[in-house]
């Protein structure tokens, strides 16, 4: 089932229980967590405005739903606290340290390896 614009557009929310539009029929003072971030805020806790509504064929159903936000009760976005920098880079650094040998790479370590290229691919003498 391909959403088509009557389908997708359910301002009173009667169909899908939020409001729904197709995609980029937004009204005004709407919008998503990227377009929030993008402007240096956040949801901040607040329920689900509406949603908009597109075809995919990436997604099983047919339909990419992105959810959105109402821009006059969002919050601006914390600011990066030196704690939470810290816990970032370590966060990081252990992303990036062999299990194996225990260097430490200069890249993420690929999970489906679980350690380093050189450990999990060792040259022949």
Known sequence: MSPTFGRCYDPSGA???VPTY????????LATRRQLR????????Q???????????????????AYLYRLALAKPVRPMTP???????????????????G?????????????CVNCAYPTCP
Do not use: E, H
């Open 83 to 101: 704690g939470r920098t810290a816990a970032l880079a370590k966060a990081m650094t252990a992303r990036r340290t062999c299990r194996q040998c």
């Open 15 to 17: 169909r899908y229980g």
């Open 22 to 29: 197709p995609w980029k029929f937004a009204p005004d003072g």
């Open 103 to 115: 260097q430490v790479a200069p890249y993420c370590i690929p999970t489906s390896l679980g350690t």
């Open 47 to 65: 329920p689900i405005a509406a949603q908009v509504m597109r075809r995919s064929r990436r997604r099983r159903a047919g339909v990419a739903v």
């Open 38 to 45: 993008a402007r240096g805020l956040r949801p901040g806790g």
